[in-house]
């Protein structure tokens, strides 16, 4: 029998700080934590054949937080794009980025623009990473394109559709099957609402930087068990 697995999956990583609080480290020594879990689990994720990946990096919100953990995530980014996510290239994966332009230095937005161009051929799977990214803005900023075509006049009032409205969002990607967000945490901290329509959620314990493929293959089991609906019977 064919085994259920769902086709976008939705990660929120959670509890870098509290992981690295717990061991007596710094909060940067668990984001540097979590982003070296992170080329392992996509693998394994790939691996299993699940096309659609998508990653809360960074949120809007997340620029209230102190300068210095601001300015360490970002360097890191610059890593994790300019190095770590090589072998992700290597099994020929598209990365794209959705979120806005604001508040990224320079030298990250240019390494994203960057993957983005080299991995555009990619057919294994897709990434789309949030960085700086709010799922109340992603509808604010598809609202004023949509806006924008009606009153050129590319677009009649009657022709905006589901359809016309996927078009426009950062990224035109099927809907999310299922979110996972570590920590324990029990929201969605603005994370692609609109996509998230009928995902099933899962609210592990753990913190991201232990969240690895076992954690992943468990969650998996759970996401199997569920019975999902879509408003039928
Ligand atoms: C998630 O871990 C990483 C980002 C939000 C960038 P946190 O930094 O939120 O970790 P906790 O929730 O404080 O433990
Ligand atoms: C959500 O986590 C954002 C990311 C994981 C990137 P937060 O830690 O920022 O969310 P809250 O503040 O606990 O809701
Ligand atoms: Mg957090």
Same mark, same amino acid.
């Given at each position: 029998?064919?085994?259920?697995?769902?086709?976008?999956?939705?990660?929120?990583?959670?509890?870098?700080?509290?992981?690295?609080?717990?061991?007596?480290?710094?909060?940067?020594?668990?984001?540097?934590?979590?982003?070296?879990?992170?080329?392992?689990?996509?693998?394994?994720?790939?691996?299993?054949?699940?096309?659609?990946?998508?990653?809360?990096?960074?949120?809007?919100?997340?620029?209230?937080?102190?300068?210095?953990?601001?300015?360490?995530?970002?360097?890191?980014?610059?890593?994790?794009?300019?190095?770590?996510?090589?072998?992700?290239?290597?099994?020929?994966?598209?990365?794209?980025?959705?979120?806005?332009?604001?508040?990224?230095?320079?030298?990250?937005?240019?390494?994203?623009?960057?993957?983005?161009?080299?991995?555009?051929?990619? $057919?294994? !799977?897709?990434?789309?990473?949030?960085?700086?990214?709010?799922?109340?803005?992603?509808?604010?900023?598809?609202?004023?394109?949509?806006?924008?075509?009606?009153?050129?006049?590319?677009?009649?009032?009657?022709?905006?559709?589901?359809?016309?409205?996927?078009? $426009?969002?950062?990224?035109?990607?099927?809907?999310?099957?299922?979110?996972?967000?570590?920590? !324990?945490?029990?929201?969605?901290?603005?994370?692609?609402?609109?996509?998230?329509?009928?995902?099933?959620?899962?609210?592990?314990?753990?913190?991201?930087?232990?969240?690895?493929?076992?954690?992943?293959?468990?969650?998996?089991?759970?996401?199997?068990?569920?019975?999902?609906?879509?408003?039928? $019977?």
């Amino acid at each position: 029998m064919k085994e259920v697995l769902p086709y976008h999956v939705g990660i929120i990583m959670d509890g870098n700080g509290r992981w690295a609080v717990e061991r007596g480290l710094s909060r940067s020594e668990g984001h540097q934590a979590g982003a070296e879990n992170l080329e392992s689990l996509l693998c394994h994720i790939y691996d299993r054949h699940i096309p659609y990946v998508s990653l809360y990096a960074f949120s809007t919100e997340n620029f209230k937080r102190a300068e210095k953990e601001v300015s360490f995530l970002m360097n890191l980014f610059l890593d994790l794009f300019q190095k770590k996510l090589v072998k992700l290239k290597k099994l020929n994966v598209q990365i794209l980025f959705s979120g806005r332009r604001e508040n990224i230095p320079e030298k990250v937005w240019l390494a994203m623009k960057k993957l983005e161009e080299e991995t555009k051929e990619g $057919n294994r !799977g897709v990434l789309n990473i949030c960085l700086n990214y709010g799922g109340q803005y992603e509808i604010v900023d598809m609202t004023k394109k949509i806006v924008s075509l009606a009153l050129s006049g590319k677009l009649k009032v009657s022709d905006i559709t589901k359809e016309k409205v996927e078009e $426009n969002l950062y990224q035109n990607l099927p809907p999310l099957d299922f979110v996972i967000r570590t920590s !324990g945490e029990k929201r969605i901290s603005n994370f692609m609402l609109y996509q998230s329509a009928y995902a099933e959620y899962y609210f592990p314990k753990v913190y991201f930087p232990d969240f690895d493929c076992e954690e992943f293959d468990k969650a998996i089991l759970e996401f199997q068990k569920r019975k999902r609906r879509f408003g039928g $019977n």
